[in-house]
């Protein structure tokens, strides 16, 4: 019987880990999502137009790539909100499924005075500004929300008629008056509420759809660096094609394409200064860093259906006799995928250029490979087939990188 996966888990999932990155914006978008939701539910949005909002509200500052840029939006003092409109757009229109939520996100911080077109996507467009600026106005240090409810609905007032809209503001302030409405936004169990609630609850996809959402996931854990702009690409392609020599069947090397593009989410929690880090990492850093393929494996277990793939991605650090990191598991305790990843992984990130460091060129990463396939001992005939077809793999990774670095450099770093 075919896996299916909770659409509304995945991408609440995927919110949820962008937004750990900083206590300071912790569950923005979430309550973003929320406040969204009521007020479209107050002010009778269509169906259709609730499910693109939400996803859009989930997602709406992924544009703001690293966690600098999401804490200068969350304390307003980026000067160009627009430009984390326009790479959000770009971004997600990478994903095929997400057309309207582009639209939606690129307007988001559109003035009510400059719009001159009425319609579905002014509406969700609108929602979203006003949901966004109602959770910013918080003040996280106030423990108890309802002494700031008055303040933040007169702010919003004040806006009223040139920034928002005067029909949604009035369906906020209806849903504002309520206590309830409040105390449940800031409530530690609202994740599980929205997964009740959400538009998605009961939206399900296949492993094909699943491999495109993580080619979007994909995007917005590398492009968090410029020196690992296409690395998850890279061990993606690379496990694929070492999951085929070995005659992995179909369905293990769809989930083994996926746990490549999503092998390193954890890195969504990790500093800034950490991943960017010109030079070596200290100690501290190190064990920092080490930290996240427990945040993937953590991630991916919570969605329904995701065991397999969870392993696959969040074992990728573990190493022969226990010296790997983070859960100390032993070669013999891992499937063949788990090995096919942790191979992949070093293959592609030996060959990559680093800042204090230039890509391996194929003698030394094939003499590199060489031992680690020996040490995993994938099997004796899995080895030599490994082995005997490195400069195809070798090959392969550094194509397959470029082209996703060719995006990363002319299209969406020039965006200022």
């Excluded at 999932?13 to 300071?24: H, K, M, P």
């Excluded at 690395?231 to 090397?253: C, F, K, M, T």
């Excluded at 010296?323 to 030996?350: C, H, N, Q, W």
Aim: net charge negative.
């Amino acid at each position: 019987m075919e896996t299916l996966f909770n659409l509304g888990e995945i991408l609440h999932s995927v919110s949820q880990a962008i937004d750990l990155a900083s206590r300071e914006i912790a569950r923005h978008q979430q309550r973003t999502a929320y406040i969204a939701l009521a007020i479209c539910r107050q002010s009778e949005l269509p169906v259709e137009g609730r499910r693109e909002l939400y996803i859009a509200s989930l997602l709406h500052d992924i544009g703001a790539i690293t966690i600098s840029e999401k804490i200068a939006l969350h304390r307003q003092e980026e000067l160009y909100p627009e430009r984390h409109c326009i790479k959000g757009e770009l971004l997600l229109n990478r994903c095929p499924f997400f057309t309207m939520p582009a639209k939606i996100v690129r307007n988001h911080h559109r003035d009510n005075c400059d719009w001159r077109e009425e319609g579905l996507l002014k509406n969700c467009a609108q929602i979203l500004y006003l949901s966004d600026s109602v959770e910013l106005s918080i003040n996280r240090s106030v423990n108890n929300i309802l002494q700031q409810k008055n303040r933040i609905i007169k702010e919003i007032k004040q806006k009223t008629g040139s920034i928002f809209d005067e029909n949604i503001a009035a369906a906020f302030f209806k849903i504002a008056e309520k206590e309830s409405f409040w105390l449940e936004m800031m409530s530690p169990q609202l994740e599980n509420y929205l997964l009740k609630i959400n538009p998605l609850k009961n939206e399900f996809i296949n492993l094909e759809d699943l491999e495109i959402y993580s080619k979007f996931f994909r995007d917005l854990i590398d492009f968090k660096s410029p020196f690992t702009a296409a690395h998850s690409a890279g061990v993606s392609v690379s496990a694929e094609l070492i999951g085929e020599l070995v005659n992995l069947d179909p369905v293990q090397i769809k989930k083994i394409k996926i746990a490549g593009n999503v092998h390193d989410l954890g890195k969504l929690i990790i500093d800034d200064n950490i991943l960017m880090k010109n030079a070596p990492l200290s100690a501290n850093e190190e064990f920092l860093m080490r930290a996240h393929p427990f945040h993937t494996y953590q991630i991916l277990s919570l969605i329904n259906g995701m065991d397999d793939i969870s392993r696959i991605a969040g074992y990728h650090h573990e190493r022969p006799s226990f010296s790997g990191y983070p859960f100390r598991l032993d070669m013999d305790s891992l499937e063949l995928p788990v090995k096919i990843m942790i191979i992949a992984d070093v293959l592609t990130a030996i060959i990559e250029e680093r800042p204090y460091r230039k890509g391996m060129l194929k003698p030394e990463a094939f003499k590199i490979v060489n031992e680690l396939v020996t040490d995993i001992d994938l099997s004796a005939v899995h080895n030599k087939t490994v082995i005997d077809n490195f400069e195809y793999l070798y090959d392969t990774v550094l194509a397959t990188e470029n082209a996703i670095k060719d995006f990363y450099e002319n299209r969406l770093s020039v965006i200022n």
